[in-house]
């Protein structure tokens, strides 16, 4: 019997992997998709991202990224990171690394669906595989979470993510936010030529539509499209618990509030290390308390940010507000780190 089964070969569910491989305890990762993985995703991480990657082994080649900048027409705000860059890195690149470290550690990666998971007081069967724990790190949609009663219903109008990547050369060594009335778009330089663009919003509509609604972005975007478009949600997924018996939620599948700030993958890697460190000290018990402490800011400042640009009058005062006030847009960036 293994120690720990892992649902799901994204970069949560090999981070829950490399952790438990460093920490001694066999892991074997059930993924049915190829690697490298792609997925609609921001491909900014913030500098306790490039940290947690460090903890794990893993230099991973990208953009180096000084900061954050909002924009809105001519209205700008920018704060750079305080102690550490932060990195802009394609997903196929960050998944690459992440697949290549697990292993080279002697983690087992099976192909295949996870599927219907059984449990009793002391072991958990799912794949054809017992072990003595399940993580489940399988997505924002997670499968796993739906099949153990641990989510909540969704809200109306949720938000959703498109990503598509442009030839360019990077004119930034910043994370830019560009604001309009519909909702943002992303701009994180991933290569000596190509810049990712991702964009939120509650419309549903074309990337192109979505595009347009930024003109001080588009002349910026003149090289050809380097990719399809990708994308993701609603974002919003809320979950009663990260905890049923032997089995722990991390990353997207431990319930989702938004991308706005860019946290996404800091988090994922923080609560797959969270989680392993729980079991191997036997205490799995301790959990749901480490990822509340791990996400609460986060949480936090998502929500206010999310509440402000709910509404199209207030949402317009991000920016100038943020522009007025550069000590307080540069705690919430530091805080965010």
Same mark, same amino acid.
Not at 201 to 227: I, K, N, Q, V
Not at 299 to 325: E, K, Q, Y
């Given at each position: ?18 952790? !438990? ?55 700008? !705000? ?21 697949? &290549? ?8 990666? +099976? ?7 059984? &449990? ?100 910026? +975007? ?14 919003? &997924? ?14 997207? !599948? ?37 990822? !509340? ?43 965010? &780190?």
């Amino acid at each position: 019997m293994i120690d720990v089964l892992v649902a799901g070969g994204g970069p949560a569910g090999l981070a829950a992997a490399i952790h !438990a491989a460093l920490a001694g305890l066999e892991a074997v990762v059930v993924e049915p998709r190829t690697a490298p993985v792609d997925k609609a995703c921001g491909e900014g991480l913030m500098p306790s991202g490039v940290t947690a990657l460090r903890a794990l082994g893993i230099e991973a080649d990208g953009r180096e990224l000084r900061g954050i900048r909002y924009v809105a027409g001519a209205t700008r !705000a920018e704060a750079s990171f305080r102690d550490h860059s932060g990195l802009g890195i394609r997903r196929t690149t960050l998944h690459s690394a992440l697949h &290549q470290r697990a292993l080279g550690l002697g983690v087992r990666i +099976l192909p295949g669906k996870v599927g219907e998971v059984r &449990q009793n007081a002391d072991t958990v069967t799912a794949a054809g595989t017992t072990a003595r724990w399940l993580i489940a790190a399988d997505g924002l949609h997670s499968p796993v979470r739906r099949s153990l009663g641990l989510e909540l219903p969704g809200r109306p109008h949720g938000r959703y993510g498109l990503r598509r990547h442009y030839h360019v050369e990077p004119w930034t060594d910043f994370v830019e936010v560009h604001w309009s009335r519909h909702g943002e778009a992303y701009v994180t330089p991933v290569g000596d030529d190509l810049v990712g663009v991702a964009i939120l919003t509650r419309s549903r509509r074309g990337y192109d539509e979505h595009l347009a609604d930024f003109p001080t972005l588009t002349p910026s +975007l003149r090289g050809p499209a380097a990719t399809e478009v990708r994308g993701a949600g609603p974002l919003l &997924q809320r979950v009663r618990r990260r905890t049923a018996g032997r089995v722990l939620l991390v990353g997207d !599948a431990a319930g989702y509030l938004d991308a706005l700030t860019g946290e996404g993958i800091a988090l994922a890697l923080a609560t797959a290390g969270a989680a392993v460190r729980c079991l191997a000290a036997g205490r799995p018990d301790t959990y749901e308390r480490a990822w !509340a402490r791990l996400t609460r800011r986060h949480r936090l400042l998502t929500g206010a940010l999310l509440a402000v640009g709910r509404r199209p009058g207030t949402a317009r005062l991000i920016v100038p507000a943020a522009s007025r006030m550069p000590p307080v847009f540069s705690a919430t960036v530091h805080a965010l &780190q």
